[in-house]
């Protein structure tokens, strides 16, 4: 028997005998802990169909139709909430309540990938020992196939980092266990134990296949770092991509991580994977799509657009300009028709609580204090709502998480832009394939809503 069916198997032994024969929940691993909950939120989707299937919560205006479709409720998301004042609550959790209650890595301070995936599957804050098990998993299928070294290895060096990440997830479908267990025919309500397979090896996978594309695109020819079984999924990338001695980078990588992995199901890399997940297709296929949506300048490039228009400034009002210069060039740049990148957000209206996070972490590291970049990012941040209050053609006009995060990792010495994206790629995977997971065990049709021609509104819109 596989491991998956023996530990499918024993969470449903476990669950039969009752309460007294349940693991401690210090112990149950990741799956049993899941064989738990999906039931119960079978039964809550179930009862809302039933009982409030008929409830409206709101209208559709010709201007969502036409708007991009903004702020409609129409999706289904269980990992994280966006409250346009609060900011994320991944299952009612706050930022400051996360970095509080999950577990670092062993000798960190900041959360990690693996806590905060254990938390966005199951809603339920994972113990350090069950964290350890999960990283030590990760490890063990971390490596990538022979195949997917030759094909990462054949990509031009010029070929932008996030088309061959995107290319690499597709290719790692010939892996899937739920493609070939939909080609067995098993049952529907099966569905959800191996798309959480294809999860977890794919982000188990993500580091070795963003380092590899790093080193190859910017460092040919030199070697990659084995992953180490006692480390955790962030340490084990950023020492294969050369930093092993940064302990800098590394919290500040296994914060960034952990902050971006989710930010409900809305945005373009989310619902897409999501879209694609809803045809059937497996884990690897659908988050690569989601890669190539998180490629636009519009979504996951606009870090490094901060960074770029950052340096800039610092060039132009030299490494310690003054809170005036700062206001001044502020105005050149919006008189000169830009925008103030990294201020602004497409849901939020308050300050971002991933950039108050970031900051936070930057007033605490010694070596970010005397940081120039960084002291003009916050200094910025001091000066640039009242100026776009002023302006007033901004609805937001605080800081957002990319005000700073590319800014990061320039001081941290990975000063390579147009790879920014891809460690955002490896962030991401965390709640998109979260969702994938819950999406098969929830059942949920493939989807398909109505689109109409501007004839067509015009004739509904008269007829009114």
């Known amino acids: ?14 669950l039969s005998r009752g309460p007294a024969f349940v693991r401690n929940a210090s112990t149950k691993s990741l799956r049993e802990t899941l064989a738990e909950i999906v039931p119960q939120k079978q039964a809550q989707l179930k009862e809302l169909k039933a009982k409030h299937g008929e409830a409206s919560l709101g209208e559709i205006k010709v201007e969502n139709l036409i708007g991009g479709m ?14 346009p004042n609060e900011g994320i609550r991944f299952h009612g959790h706050s930022i400051p309540d996360c970095q509080k209650v999950l577990p670092p890595a062993k000798g960190g301070k900041e959360i990690i990938a693996e806590s905060m995936l254990w938390l966005l599957l199951t809603g339920k804050i994972p113990t350090e020992e069950q964290t350890r098990e999960l990283s030590k998993e990760l490890a063990a299928n971390g490596n990538l196939p022979q195949y997917i070294e030759k094909l990462i290895d054949s990509f031009p060096r010029t070929l932008h980092p996030m088309t061959q990440l995107g290319m690499a997830v597709a290719a790692l479908n010939h892996e899937s266990k739920f493609a070939a267990a939909y080609e067995r025919g098993v049952k529907k309500t099966e569905y959800w134990t191996y798309a959480l397979e294809d999860s977890l090896s794919l982000i188990a996978k993500l580091p070795a296949l963003a380092a590899r594309i790093y080193r190859n695109t910017y460092y040919p020819g030199k070697d990659i770092a084995p992953i180490k079984a006692d480390q955790d999924l962030v340490g084990n990338y950023v020492d294969m991509l050369g930093y092993s001695s940064n302990e800098g980078m590394k919290e500040y990588l296994r914060l960034y991580i952990a902050l971006h992995g989710d930010h409900e199901g809305g945005n373009v890399s989310a619902h897409t994977a999501h879209l694609v997940g809803s045809a059937l297709s497996d884990p690897f296929l659908s988050y690569s799509a989601s890669l190539f949506g998180l490629a636009g300048p519009l979504h996951g490039l606009a870090n490094q657009e901060v960074l770029r228009w950052m340096l800039a400034m610092q060039e132009a009002i030299g490494p310690d300009g003054t809170h005036d210069q700062i206001k001044e060039y502020l105005w050149k740049t919006l008189k000169g028709g830009q925008v103030i990148p990294g201020y602004g957000h497409g849901v939020l209206r308050d300050p971002d609580p991933r950039f108050t996070a970031l900051q936070n972490f930057c007033d605490v590291r010694p070596e970010l204090k005397d940081s120039p970049i960084i002291q003009l990012v916050k200094k910025t941040s001091e000066v640039a709502p009242g100026v776009l209050r002023e302006h007033g053609k ?11 995060s590319g800014c990061l990792l320039h001081h941290y010495g990975l000063t390579e832009f147009k790879y920014y994206t891809v460690i955002f790629g490896v962030s991401r995977a965390l709640g998109a394939l979260t969702q994938l997971v819950w999406d098969r065990a929830l059942g949920l049709p493939i989807e398909r809503p109505k689109s109409l021609s501007m004839d067509a509104i015009e004739k509904i819109v008269n007829k009114s």
């Open 1 to 14: 028997m596989s491991f998956l069916a023996t530990s499918i198997t024993r969470s449903a032994r476990h």
């Open 70 to 83: 903004r702020g409609l409720k129409v999706m289904l998301w269980e990992g994280s909430v966006l409250d």
């Open 394 to 404: 901004t609805r937001n006009p605080n800081p957002n998480v990319d005000a700073t």
